[in-house]
């Protein structure tokens, strides 16, 4: 089938309902889980620190597999919490739609009796914090392949923040080659034991999300912008003093400090080097992007359907098969009114729309069973098989 009409079929399967899953507020109520534990790590004072975050979940959803944003608060490295009230909102707000959103908490603090070196001590704080970062999303790829509790699509994963909390988060995920980056963050990351040094949980998980969402955020330099598979929405003040909106200095108490590259170098940046980005510029805006109801309104609904088109309708993000279970096949694909599914081991099977929803459960045994697809609407459906030994998913095309 041609990538047209899959697309065709995709859009179609999500039907014309007033509110829709992901771009909607779907779910009265959020259920939250605090203070999980995803890591430890040295303080900058070298001793360790419990890494933690907090998980918010639509409160009754039966959704099988779901989309999760990770999100980390600002603060200049220094301050700031997991529970700012802000950061409580987003996550209320994005759980709502139904995702599943996690504020984590990072390493914080500098030693300010290096005052002398203040850029220094500040670079090093933005390391540990991506390297928390990164260890965040070790976490929940180890955690879906050890149950799944909180019932997350790995391969949909949002890493967003805010201030610092952008700055690593873009890091974490545009940044994957020390060897691009200036001589003296070189040094420095090296030091603290390498993108994945002190943070060390997880080794050998993925660090990957499929999107980043940016705001007021910036890279220590746009050379180290080595990753083009990861969607990207960002945005930013143009009298932002805090954060340079383009090339400029990261302030911290009011004086330039670090040199850095904004969002409005990051995102054309990653665009011309093919990757799928979108960049908001607000004129006269300054470092603080949420207090305006009107503009925070807007990065809102920009992000969700930014999202919506790169994360959750995107046909090319599969479910990352896990274990070691025999493959099921699935035929024929363009499916009419039935479809056969071969299974070498038994398995239960979850027949699920891209909206989340659970359209059929039952554990099959070895061999063919016949599937009865004649009462669905066109469109592309997932089939998840979860075995002692592991878990695999299929695409379904309803024609």
Known sequence: MNKMLLRVLLLASFGANAQQRYLDPVFDSVEVTPNVVYGQAPA??????????????????????????????GGSFVAGSKTDAYVVEICEHFARKGYVCASISYRLGIDFLNFAELDKELRKASIRAIQDYRASIRYWHASAQGGNPFQIDTNRIVAAGYSAGSIAALHAQLFQDPSTAPMEIQMDITALGGLDGGSAQYLGQSSRAAAVWDMAGALLDTMMLN?????????????????????????????????????????????RMGGSAEFHGFPGAGHDLLSDGVMADTILNRTTRFLYREVISNPALSL????????????????????????????????????????????????????????????????????????????????
């Open 44 to 73: 900058w004072t070298s001793f360790p620190v419990d890494l933690r975050l907090d998980v918010y979940e639509p409160q009754g959803d039966t959704a099988v597999l779901r989309p999760l944003m990770v999100f980390a608060h």
């Open 227 to 271: 990753r083009n598979d990861v969607s990207a929405i960002g945005f930013h003040g143009d009298a932002d003093d805090v954060v340079p909106y383009a090339g400029g200095f990261a302030t911290y108490n009011g004086s330039p400090v670090v040199a850095m590259h904004g969002s409005a170098w990051v995102m054309p940046r990653l665009e």
């Open 320 to 399: 990352v098969d896990n274990g070691h279970a025999p493959s099921p096949r699935l035929y024929p694909n363009p499916a009419g009114s039935t479809a056969w599914i071969e299974l070498e081991a038994e398995a239960t099977v979850h027949w699920i729309d891209l909206q989340g929803r659970c359209l059929w459960k039952g554990t099959l045994s070895e061999g063919g069973h016949q599937l009865d697809v004649s009462k669905a609407a066109p469109g592309l459906y997932l089939l998840v098989f979860l075995s002692e030994t592991g878990s695999h998913s299929l695409r379904l095309i309803v024609e």
